[in-house]
């Protein structure tokens, strides 16, 4: 058993022992069975509104586990440290934050996976309604924006580079990578990953691809940031070929030309 299996059934413990928290669920990769040694545990724990203000958030995580730090991240999720360098994520919200369950893109699990606690049967009928997976683009429109985010984010790098700005690209080739990986799980039918789409990459697709996708990557230097927008936008305007041709979509060769051009 992993320790985090251990965690888990603290966590699910301490829900049902506190009569200030009225429902609770588990998401991620242990909710989906995806689950390894190195994954995280992840909650939303949805208390009484009168309750919340005074709940110490380190002190409640710390039943589950010693806690060796707690931060809030850039996302507004109370992220603790276990022993062990595991990370717990945990979403202190009230019971009014319930209805935005339904905005969730997908759950990626089933409900019974997911379902801690439910003390007066308002989350189960909120989770059952959010879709099993996210919605993956599948019409020319959304096919031509997708392409297009990864240009807008290739020549920023392309030109903040030429600046001299090197991190700044190194930065901005990160999210052109992103958009890459989207655009090859579209053009390999291999969207299971969707949300986060450099998740079990590796595995989801051929080897081949893979390969070129790591020739894109690179050091925050000069030179290397050259080489890996070129090999980015010889890898990126493949796949851009492939997915207009099969969406029926037009090509904006002016663009490529001066992309080719300017890249050279």
């Given amino acids: 058993m992993l320790i985090q299996h251990r965690l888990i059934d603290a966590v699910r413990e301490a829900c049902h022992a506190d009569p200030r928290l009225d429902a609770a669920l588990m998401y991620g990769s242990f909710a989906t069975d995806e689950a390894d ?72 699990a089933t409900v019974d996976r997911m379902m801690v606690l439910d003390r007066r049967g308002r989350l189960r009928p909120v989770l059952e309604g959010v879709p099993d997976h996210p919605p993956v683009p599948d019409a020319g429109d959304d096919i031509e924006a997708l392409c297009g985010r ?50 079990a990459a590796e595995a989801d697709l051929p080897p081949r691809v893979v390969a070129e996708l790591q020739g894109t990557t690179t050091a925050a230097e000069a030179d290397g940031i050259r080489e890996a927008l070129r090999a980015a936008w010889s890898y990126g305007h493949g796949c851009w070929i492939r997915l207009a041709q099969r969406y029926g979509r037009p090509l904006p060769d002016e663009l490529f030309d001066e992309i080719e051009r300017a890249l050279r």
Avoid: K
Wanted: a negative charge; proline letters at 5%.
């Fill in 150 to 199: 990864f240009a807008n984010w290739l020549i920023l790098a392309h030109h903040v580079a030429a600046r001299g700005e090197i991190l700044r690209a190194w930065d901005a080739l990160g999210h052109a990578h992103r958009h890459l990986l989207w655009m090859t799980r579209r053009a390999e039918d291999s969207t299971a990953h969707w949300l986060t789409p450099s998740r």
């Fill in 37 to 108: 040694a190195h994954s995280d545990i992840e909650f939303w724990l949805f208390f009484l509104p009168h309750e919340l203000a005074d709940i110490d958030r380190r002190a409640w995580c710390a039943q589950i586990a010693p806690v060796t730090h707690l931060v809030r991240n850039e996302f507004g999720t109370d992220v603790v440290f276990f022993p062990g360098l595991i990370r717990g994520e945990f979403h202190f919200v009230t019971t009014d934050d319930i209805p935005t369950v339904r905005t969730w893109p997908a759950r990626g």
